[in-house]
């Protein structure tokens, strides 16, 4: 990797197919300057429509939808297409599959194949699973198969508030190469040298005085501040909006880390702990951006949808009413918050939905860059924060339905200190008419609706002892209201024969199938939780839960009774061969295989390219 100061490759990231549909699929990608960009589906009459968003003086953000002239694109067939910059062919060779010259994609109508995962941390030590995933894919197509018709991304994309020492400085480099527009500065006092904030910002970044907690709390007493940034590993947490852009790059896109100088990504600072971690962190990251071009490739090929989760904007984000109200009532919090935010609908948002309600963010982010080339973004966070859209469906047979779990809270009116619901009566009411006249439909929460009680139970013990921050409480079953609403709905007579919910968020991947125990409609409900692409809970630790587990809330454990779910009958299923186990912590992305629109096959594709496949038979 060497530093290109001068000429710049025209395309930086891409191209990323993103949500396909019969009358629209859009393809997103970067480029180093503006272009005219059309995309061709080879053999097929469309038209194309861009949306250029300049985010520096060498970077620009492209999205071009495309649409049928006539009738409408076919579906569940391969499609071939060719972009254009100025009516000049784009060479792709170098993503597509089996050397061919073109990519080719799948606008879904019936399912059948479906890579789902979650939680993709650059510098975790565990293998990039969307590499190994891009390579079966690829097998799959060398064997005349059309492969993964969707890959679902269920959050956790980028850590905004977990990053390497390395990759903050990767950050400020590639924000220097490609002239990415600043924001107006924050009232942080941090120093100008940015070697000098390394493993150090969490002690930068704003808190609650002591005096102005709540004398109920021990906090209070023992005159310690509260950090609104929660994350244990907040010591480089992005502040910066140029710095949010710039990691999505070094995430998505191989040509990025071309003007990434590794010579200068040096720390001398801090102590003998944080230089071994730095020395450390930054070889793991040379893996990661190694496996970039077939990640790219992967998406060039698969329509990807995504989902936001904390830590795409920040650990803990909207846990509590009292969370948002001191990130609310403090401006650089906010801003921080917000940046993340807006990062997250350019490079994530808009593909979900081909621009058709995200883009109406469009022209107010336009009118934010003032006329020196930096982000004045007060008036824009109004209308970021009143967008209300970030959840989308798609009508594929089975339906698919993303929920948004994070900016639709349940809050706690009583005690803004306890866990809110992670969606409010509101969308939990539009939730329940998604379901209903739908034999089949597939459900993508990013955190688990049918978790593990053992650490659910655990959870709650430390949220009665007023820390609901400290492991991170964000399960369905911590808020009354919320958790009744959607069991009842799964209750209901009319709801699907079979529901498939897809979740990541806890690093460790199980399969439940669940079913009421009272009643006669014969629904199943299966809850598939993969996590995470590259992220993984420590294996002794999860051992010891999943024998906790078994233990405590075996079948006929009388401690199911006094769960919130005990209406429902939740079946734990292992994995085949040797060493079955139920709970899987091992880089992996999920493959669901689908027959009929239920499920036939639930695996894991890990990050060393071995699979672990569920036994799906009732245990």
Request: with cysteine; aromatic share 10%; glycine share 6%.
């Amino acid at each position: 990797m060497t530093t290109l100061s001068v000429q710049h490759p025209l395309l930086l990231m891409g191209p990323m197919v993103r949500r396909a549909e019969k009358i629209t699929v859009c393809i997103q990608f970067a480029t180093s300057k503006q272009v005219n960009g059309r995309i061709e589906l080879m053999g097929y009459e469309c038209y194309s429509e861009q949306n250029s968003v300049r985010l520096g003086e060498h970077l620009f953000l492209q999205f071009i939808v495309i649409k049928p002239i006539n009738s409408q694109f076919p579906r569940d067939i391969l499609l071939q297409y060719q972009l254009f910059f100025d009516d000049s062919p784009v060479d792709l060779s170098a993503f597509s599959f089996n050397d061919g010259a073109l990519p080719a994609f799948v606008i879904p109508k019936r399912l059948t194949q479906i890579l789902h995962g979650s939680c993709r941390n650059a510098h975790h030590p565990a293998k990039d699973s969307l590499v190994s995933s891009s390579q079966w894919q690829a097998t799959q197509r060398s064997n005349n198969q059309q492969g993964a018709q969707l890959l679902l991304l269920s959050g956790d994309q980028v850590y905004a508030d977990d990053v390497a020492g390395p990759m903050l400085l990767a950050i400020h480099q590639l924000i220097k190469q490609l002239g990415i527009y600043k924001e107006q500065p924050l009232a942080l006092d941090l120093p100008d040298d940015i070697s000098q904030q390394l493993y150090g910002r969490h002690h930068l970044l704003p808190t609650t005085s002591w005096k102005k907690r709540s004398k109920l709390g021990i906090g209070y007493w023992l005159k310690k501040d509260e950090p609104h940034f929660s994350s244990v590993k907040a010591y480089n947490h992005l502040i910066h909006f140029e710095e949010f852009v710039a990691l999505y790059l070094l995430n998505f896109s191989s040509t990025a880390w071309q003007y990434v100088d590794l010579s200068k990504l040096n720390y001398s600072g801090g102590n003998e702990k944080s230089q071994a971690l730095f020395s450390t962190e930054k070889a793991t990251l040379i893996d990661y951006a190694k496996g970039l071009a077939e990640v790219e490739r992967l998406c060039a090929n698969v329509s990807t949808l995504m989902m936001f989760d904390d830590h795409d904007v920040t650990d803990d984000w909207n846990l509590t009413a009292g969370w948002e109200q001191a990130i609310n009532q403090n401006p650089s919090s906010k801003r921080i918050v917000n940046n993340g935010l807006a990062s997250y609908w350019l490079f994530q948002g808009m593909g979900n939905d081909a621009l058709q309600k995200t883009g109406a963010l469009l022209t107010p982010f336009t009118i934010s860059l003032a006329g020196d080339k930096q982000w004045q973004f007060k008036a824009f966070d109004k209308h970021l924060n009143n967008f209300s859209h970030w959840h989308y469906e798609l009508m594929t047979i089975p339906k698919v339905v993303v929920l948004d779990t994070r900016t639709h809270r349940w809050r706690n009116e009583q005690n803004f200190n306890e866990p809110s619901g992670l969606l409010d009566w509101e969308r939990l009411t539009e939730l329940e008419e998604s379901l209903l006249s739908h034999d089949q439909v597939i459900i993508v929460s990013p955190a688990p609706v049918f978790g593990v009680k053992s650490i659910e139970a655990i959870q709650a013990v430390f949220n009665m002892c007023g820390q609901p921050l400290m492991v991170d409480v964000e399960n369905w079953m911590a808020h009354e209201g919320s958790a009744k609403k959607l069991l009842d709905t799964f209750r209901r007579t009319d709801t699907p024969n079979e529901t498939l919910i897809l979740s990541g968020d806890v690093h460790y991947s199980f399969c439940f199938s669940v079913q009421k125990r009272f009643g006669d409609h014969p629904n199943r409900i299966w809850q598939l939780t993969a996590s995470g692409i590259k992220n993984e809970f420590p294996r002794k630790l999860i051992n010891v839960l999943d024998k906790l587990d078994s233990i405590l809330y075996g079948p006929k454990s009388p401690l199911n009774f006094f769960t919130k779910r005990w209406h429902m009958e939740v079946d734990k299923h292992q994995t085949k061969g040797k060493g079955q186990k139920y709970l899987v912590s091992d880089s992996a992305i999920s493959l669901v295989t689908l027959k009929g629109g239920n499920l036939d096959r639930y695996q894991l594709i890990h990050g060393d390219g071995h699979t672990t496949e569920f036994d799906l038979e009732e245990q």
